[in-house]
């Protein structure tokens, strides 16, 4: 149990396109989902908490209006990179956190999703 | 200000051998210590995790042991094979059982076991 999946796994996109990454919780519903940034050999980087139904909460430095999230239903988040440049490029991550008491504040990750942009 | 420190940046171990990676923090609100497992090109998943009410915790070859008053907590992986060759990273969390808190990383440290 307790599995979160991600989409797509690996994108490739040119330079000023969007690209929308979803996270979904696949057999638990999550009160909180987290979207991470990591580049190579790097810690994990909080970029955005989301509660279902409610905006999303970001961290100091990453912009709002770039990183689009959605938090649409208890069991799926989309993260959208708007006008995508080569900086952008990253592995993204998603994590849920349940609301299941006995595993309460537990977070599941995401597999990661691979962006490249040319 | 780094709330989580882990060392070392990278270890090698050689089949058999016991890793010990260690971490240290310094907000004592913090009251719960996992340990995540990254593999190459995957998200992390979690190992073992602790809690401040205890000094030690097993499961399997994984053993955390945390020190309360030096503020400081390690995993240790005993008979280390060649597939626990990965990136892990600690992490703290403040507020456990609440609805709030994000979890601290530390840096990582990436382990490479030898055959």
């Known amino acids: 149990g307790a599995v979160v999946s991600q989409h797509p796994s690996r994108v490739i996109c040119k330079s000023g396109t969007s690209v929308k990454i979803e996270c979904r919780s696949l057999d638990f519903q999550a009160t909180t989902m987290f979207w991470y940034r990591q580049f190579p050999k790097q810690s994990l980087m909080l970029m955005a908490t989301s509660n279902e139904g409610s905006k999303a909460t970001y961290e100091q430095g990453v912009e709002k209006d770039k990183f689009l999230i959605n938090h649409a239903s208890l069991t799926l988040s989309t993260l959208t990179v708007t006008s995508a440049h080569p900086e952008d490029s990253s592995f993204y991550i998603c994590?849920?956190?349940?609301?299941?008491?006995?595993?309460?504040?537990?977070?599941?990750f995401g597999p990661g999703t691979r962006l490249t942009v040319l | 200000q780094q709330q989580v420190k882990q060392s070392p940046q990278s270890l090698i171990v050689q089949k058999g051998g016991i890793s010990i990676i260690n971490c240290a923090y310094e907000n004592t609100a913090f009251d719960y210590f996992p340990w995540y497992q990254q593999f190459p090109g995957k998200g992390p998943a979690l190992l073992i995790a602790?809690?401040?009410?205890?000094s030690e915790k097993k499961e399997g070859r994984f053993t955390i042991s945390f020190n309360k008053s030096a503020k400081q907590f390690s995993l240790h992986i005993m008979d280390s094979q060649p597939g626990d060759s990965a990136t892990y990273f600690c992490?703290?969390?403040?507020?456990?059982?609440?609805?709030?808190?994000?979890?601290?990383f530390g840096k990582g440290t990436k382990l490479s076991v030898k055959p």
């Open positions: 992490a703290a969390l403040k507020n456990y059982g609440g609805s709030q808190g994000n979890l601290i």
């Open positions: 602790i809690r401040p009410d205890v």
């Open positions: 994590s849920a956190r349940s609301r299941d008491s006995g595993s309460y504040n537990e977070q599941f």
